[in-house]
């Protein structure tokens, strides 16, 4: 691996959360211009999916030192803080399972195995118990964010983990699933990405999915929720759900999928198509199983960088649809920091229906944060450009960040390590 620049130091290894379930984690140790790792603090990165890599995704193609091609990437939160990433659900990534049976299939098992490694690394890592240490997230990792902070600081409070726990940050996040369903007939409505014929289709559609919910058939909500973007697609010319102005389609994987999956065409399939495969492209595909597993040298023989990724989302399937309003706020409750934030161009998770599910908090001081004007951010303090919004009241914060679609480092980098700054520093 010819990697330029700076090389940070490293560590990583394997953590057996349960019989048969591996975990696998990358640590990179800050470095920082002025100070040493252990005067910042400790930030552990959560990718989505489920099955989404961490160690892989978030890495090398958002906020890692390294890009894919190893070009050090100016924008990397390790200039700020020690990142530490993880490879979850079991199965995701480098972590593997031995047995079928060992694949999580909800966020409890996903928070109860995260909690096993986050012990094993704090006891081993001791240098780390006092640093601030935060959990950042994306996509369908802030759903599980949400409830690896609940089991944290519970572990925390009854002295099983030493950890200095600063607060999550959930990163158009899977928190409220069907929130988001109903707003997308909306807001592609007034991006001018669907006229009145589609706009009736997609609330349709958005409609049973909320029935279905409200019925607690989560399953049957999830094949809904497919049949939803099948329509969104239809009626749109295929608009990418992850940035509304990029105009490659998750389309584009489907036929290549379709050759070698476990799912066949149904609606586990094309959610898989559109959700997991494009954060396993080739070419990461090829770095992560080429020279990444030469580097590291502990990844066992007859394990493949993302080769259960398909058993991790059909796994969790039955967990897709349910939400988890009620942990964030009973995080917010338990006064734990939680930021949210979002890309103005996300779709699948977009910002208004991130509005919504915010509105239906039942923390006690929400009147008072709603009451709040939010602030303008710009890059520097002669720059004219605002590059995102920000309102905070307490210890609940709420970033919108505007021209970046669902994978914020990626499109925003620099705007994205302005707030991981302001997020850190409480400023």
């Not at 939160?77 to 490879?87: G, I, P, Y």
């Not at 002295?159 to 726990?165: A, D, S, V």
């Not at 502990?298 to 969790?316: E, L, N, T």
């Not at 338990?334 to 949210?340: A, G, P």
């Amino acid at each position: 691996m010819a990697l330029k620049g700076r090389v940070p130091q490293q560590d990583w290894g394997y953590v057996n959360v349960r019989s048969d379930a591996h975990m696998f984690w990358w640590l990179y140790y800050a470095t920082h211009a002025t100070k040493n790792y252990t005067d910042v603090p400790l930030v552990m990165w959560l990718q989505g999916g489920p099955g989404a890599s961490g160690c892989g995704y978030g890495n090398f193609e958002e906020i890692g030192p390294y890009d894919t091609y190893l070009h050090e990437r100016n924008t990397t939160w390790v200039k700020e803080a020690s990142v530490l990433f993880v490879d979850n659900p079991v199965g995701t990534g480098f972590s593997y399972t031995t047995n079928d049976d060992a694949f999580a299939k909800d966020v409890s098992t996903v928070s109860a195995d995260m909690i096993v490694l986050l012990k094993d690394f704090f006891n081993s890592k001791t240098e780390f118990q006092k640093i601030p240490f935060y959990i950042f997230s994306e996509s369908y990792g802030g759903k599980m964010a949400a409830a690896i902070s609940l089991a944290l600081n519970k572990e925390i409070k009854s002295g099983r983990i030493k950890c200095n726990f600063g607060g999550v940050a959930l990163g158009d996040s899977w928190i409220s699933p069907v929130d988001s369903v109903l707003s997308w007939g909306p807001y592609l409505y007034s991006a001018s990405l669907l006229d009145d014929q589609g706009l009736s289709k997609v609330k349709e559609c958005a409609k049973e999915v909320q029935n279905a919910v409200k019925n607690n058939q989560f399953d049957r909500a999830t094949e809904l929720w497919s049949k939803t973007e099948d329509v969104v697609e239809q009626y749109t010319d295929n608009v990418n759900f992850y940035n509304i102005l990029t105009k490659e389609s998750t389309m584009d994987y489907r036929n290549k999928f379709m050759e070698n999956s476990k799912f066949g065409n149904n609606f586990l399939g094309k959610l898989f198509q559109r959700h997991l495969l494009p954060r396993q492209n080739d070419y990461l595909s090829e770095l992560m199983n080429g020279p990444i597993r030469k580097v590291l040298k502990i990844i066992p023989d007859d394990v493949m960088w993302g080769g259960q990724a398909q058993d991790v989302f059909a796994k969790m399937a039955g967990d897709f649809m349910k939400p988890v309003i009620d942990i964030v706020d009973e995080l917010l409750s338990e006064n734990i920091n939680v930021t949210v934030y979002n890309g103005q161009l996300d779709l699948i998770v977009d910002t208004v229906g991130q509005e919504n599910w915010v509105k239906q908090l039942k923390w006690q001081k929400m009147v008072e944060f709603r009451n709040r004007v939010w602030s303008p951010l710009h890059m520097c303090p002669q720059c004219t450009e605002t590059v995102a919004f920000h309102k905070s009241y307490e210890n609940f914060s709420f970033f919108w960040i505007l021209k970046a679609g669902h994978m914020i480092p990626s499109d925003q980098g620099q705007v994205a390590l302005k707030m991981l700054r302001m997020i850190i520093s409480k400023k």
